[in-house]
């Protein structure tokens, strides 16, 4: 394994073993869970600011894919295990806030990154896991709309997952999350039809019946308030998720050439961040103009392009100020016009 593999490994596996150790114990395992996601990922970023590690080479990893599919089972375990500590009695209400908060933050960063990873994979049993992430947090839809309608239209006001410059987070969020599932579902109801299938065979039968599914079994293991507990932590995953798609593509947008289409994705078309720890803990996600150039390529070879924009601080903690919309503006609006000018 690569010295940049065995980094991946400790910062993302790190995660979940002090949230389980929170699930399970509470007390300081808490805290140290809640500060490792947040202070401590934006201080070791600080550290070193710059991503020294290259990417690979463009070839197959099987060390990722194994990291990926740990990832996933660890996912899955959590999410049941938090589901039984919110609900039961051996925790305090501040240690069951705590690792709410840190549960949350995993599932919808380093796991809604796995996953994302997980369906862009051409193995289909890597896909459909990846799915199966997506739908625990009832966003199956996501698996759909990610590469059918965000990749295809990403930067124009086609996508629901591309901010526009001036929108706040809290008016994009409804807005990506109803236009993400309303056009996922049209894009596989026509690819259904250029398949000749039925319509039992759509997709977005196995994220709302799977979705179901997470329901039934979350009451099963919290009871009563099993399921409460699970849509509050779905719905904080969800919120972070769409928080990373806010943040990644505020405000730049693709021109439109002379054939009235919008031009090719380029790397000025996702915002970056070259900090070595938060790409570490989410597979790379912020080298995203890469990705949107080489939706197929591994996260360990994803690369850090010189030409692209780049954010003024980590993703983590422009994160945090994306939640104030007024301070966000005056930050990324000045820098949004200035990739917007360029020719």
Same mark, same amino acid.
């Given at each position: 394994?690569?010295?940049?593999?065995?980094?991946?490994?400790?910062?993302?596996?790190?995660?979940?073993? &002090?949230?389980?150790?929170?699930?399970?114990?509470?007390?300081?395992?808490?805290?140290?869970?809640?500060?490792?996601?947040?202070?401590?990922?934006?201080? /070791?970023?600080?550290?070193? @600011?710059?991503?020294?590690?290259?990417?690979?080479?463009?070839?197959?990893?099987?060390?990722?894919?194994? &990291?990926?599919?740990?990832?996933?089972?660890?996912?899955?375990?959590?999410?049941?295990? /938090?589901?039984?500590?919110?609900?039961?009695?051996?925790?305090?209400?501040?240690?069951?806030?705590?690792?709410?908060?840190?549960?949350? &933050?995993?599932?919808?960063?380093? %796991?809604?990154?796995?996953?994302?990873?997980?369906?862009?994979? @051409? @193995?289909?049993?890597?896909?459909? #896991?990846? /799915?199966?992430?997506?739908?625990?947090?009832?966003?199956?839809?996501?698996?759909?709309?990610?590469?059918?309608?965000?990749?295809?239209?990403?930067?124009?006001? *086609?996508?629901? @997952?591309?901010?526009?410059?001036?929108?706040? #987070?809290?008016?994009?969020?409804?807005?990506?999350?109803? $236009?993400?599932?309303?056009? $996922?579902?049209?894009?596989?109801?026509?690819?259904?039809?250029?398949?000749?299938?039925?319509?039992?065979?759509?997709?977005?039968?196995?994220?709302?019946?799977?979705?179901?599914?997470? #329901?039934?079994?979350?009451?099963?293991?919290?009871?009563?308030?099993?399921?409460?507990?699970?849509?509050? &932590?779905?719905?904080?995953?969800?919120?972070?998720?769409?928080?990373?798609?806010?943040?990644?593509?505020? $405000? #730049?947008?693709?021109?439109?050439?002379?054939?009235?289409?919008?031009?090719?994705?380029?790397?000025?078309?996702?915002?970056?961040?070259?900090?070595?720890?938060?790409?570490?803990?989410?597979?790379?996600?912020?080298?995203?103009?890469?990705?949107?150039?080489?939706? *197929?390529?591994?996260?360990?070879?994803?690369?850090?392009?010189?030409?692209?924009? /780049?954010?003024?601080? %980590?993703?983590?903690?422009?994160?945090?100020?994306?939640?104030?919309?007024?301070?966000?503006?005056?930050?990324?609006?000045?820098?949004?016009?200035?990739? *917007? *000018?360029?020719?």
């Amino acid at each position: 394994m690569t010295r940049q593999m065995i980094l991946f490994a400790l910062v993302t596996l790190t995660a979940p073993a &002090l949230i389980g150790a929170a699930a399970l114990w509470g007390g300081w395992w808490a805290v140290a869970a809640f500060a490792f996601l947040t202070a401590i990922a934006a201080t /070791m970023d600080e550290f070193v @600011s710059v991503a020294t590690a290259p990417g690979g080479e463009d070839r197959e990893f099987p060390e990722a894919d194994t &990291l990926s599919v740990v990832l996933a089972l660890a996912h899955f375990a959590l999410l049941a295990l /938090m589901i039984a500590a919110l609900t039961g009695t051996w925790l305090s209400p501040l240690e069951k806030l705590a690792g709410f908060a840190a549960a949350g &933050l995993f599932f919808g960063q380093v %796991s809604n990154s796995n996953a994302h990873e997980l369906i862009h994979h @051409s @193995s289909r049993f890597l896909h459909h #896991l990846g /799915m199966w992430v997506y739908i625990s947090v009832l966003f199956g839809h996501h698996t759909s709309a990610h590469p059918l309608v965000h990749h295809v239209h990403v930067a124009t006001r *086609a996508d629901p @997952s591309s901010a526009r410059r001036g929108e706040s #987070l809290y008016v994009f969020i409804p807005r990506a999350w109803r $236009g993400s599932f309303r056009l $996922g579902a049209r894009a596989e109801t026509a690819r259904l039809a250029r398949a000749g299938k039925p319509r039992w065979q759509h997709p977005y039968v196995t994220y709302l019946g799977g979705a179901a599914l997470i #329901l039934a079994l979350a009451a099963m293991i919290g009871g009563p308030w099993g399921i409460p507990a699970l849509l509050a &932590l779905a719905g904080f995953a969800q919120s972070q998720l769409l928080l990373s798609d806010y943040v990644q593509h505020y $405000g #730049l947008t693709r021109e439109v050439g002379e054939n009235g289409k919008p031009l090719p994705v380029a790397a000025r078309h996702s915002w970056n961040t070259p900090h070595w720890f938060s790409s570490a803990l989410m597979l790379n996600a912020p080298r995203h103009s890469d990705h949107h150039a080489h939706p *197929a390529r591994p996260f360990p070879a994803l690369t850090l392009q010189i030409d692209a924009p /780049m954010l003024p601080r %980590s993703l983590p903690v422009m994160a945090f100020v994306a939640l104030y919309p007024r301070l966000w503006r005056r930050i990324m609006d000045p820098r949004a016009e200035i990739w *917007a *000018a360029k020719p």
